[in-house]
């Protein structure tokens, strides 16, 4: 399947290398390529470092890697997601699954970070606002990125959350998550129980600073 990711941070150089590993016609979008690949990460890998290592994988502007995928993956920041969308295009978004994985993160007082949009909205919805025939599905922000793609990392199945409108597309994703290993998929409902799976990033926050750890995930016991 060829498959979009939206972001070349941590997050979405995960999710591209797991798709990549299965397969999948992985591109990479982000906002300036030639940018992006004369960026230093400071001690870590660079883009173009870490695309050397991915000789599949195509590294594109947003509209370019969208232009001719089936699923789109936005793995970018919370406070950059309607940009980087609105750089694919919506003609190249309409009908097609867009699985959103940000979080509408304010660092703006510092950490932890606070939501940008709470309560009786989300970023989910937003985007379902902003592009009403892309087919968006909130799913994987409520876990780490090593536990998105390798849940197997754990010792023992944990949960995983889907929210969105349309059956199909819920559907599709269902069976990436699936091949990611993932066994517990609970559909929440329609994009606006994307609230509820956005409101657990601060309790989310304060478990990983308890534990000292992101690699851990939640289980619905039932």
Do not use: C
């Not at 941590?10 to 990479?28: C, E, K, N, Q, Y």
């Not at 968006?136 to 849940?151: Q, R, S, W």
């Not at 994703?173 to 609230?195: N, P, Q």
Request: proline letters at 5%; a negative charge.
């Amino acid at each position: 399947m060829k498959i979009a990711v939206l972001g070349t941070g941590t997050v979405g150089r995960t999710i591209a290398d797991r798709l990549d590993g299965l397969g999948h016609d992985v591109s990479v979008g982000t906002r300036d390529p030639e940018a992006t690949l004369a960026r230093s990460e400071g001690d870590g890998p660079t883009v173009a470092g870490w695309l050397a290592d991915h000789s599949t994988v195509r590294l594109a502007a947003h509209d370019d890697a969208t232009a001719d995928a089936e699923v789109v993956v936005n793995a970018t920041n919370g406070g950059g997601a309607l940009a980087a969308l609105q750089q694919a295009g919506a003609a190249n978004l309409a009908g097609k699954v867009v699985v959103d994985i940000a979080n509408p993160l304010d660092f703006s007082k510092g950490f932890p970070p606070t939501l940008s949009v709470v309560d009786a909205d989300s970023l989910g919805e937003q985007l379902q606002r902003a592009f009403p025939e892309a087919r968006i599905v909130k799913a994987l922000n409520t876990m780490t990125a090593e536990v998105m793609v390798h849940p197997d990392v754990l010792p023992e199945a944990t949960s995983v959350f889907l929210s969105g409108n349309d059956a199909s597309a819920k559907a599709v994703v269902t069976e990436l998550l699936e091949s990611f290993g993932h066994t517990d998929v609970i559909d929440l409902g329609d994009i606006s129980t994307a609230r509820g799976a956005e409101m657990y990033l601060p309790l989310w926050l304060r478990l990983m600073g308890s534990l000292g750890t992101p690699t851990f995930n939640i289980r619905v016991v039932r």
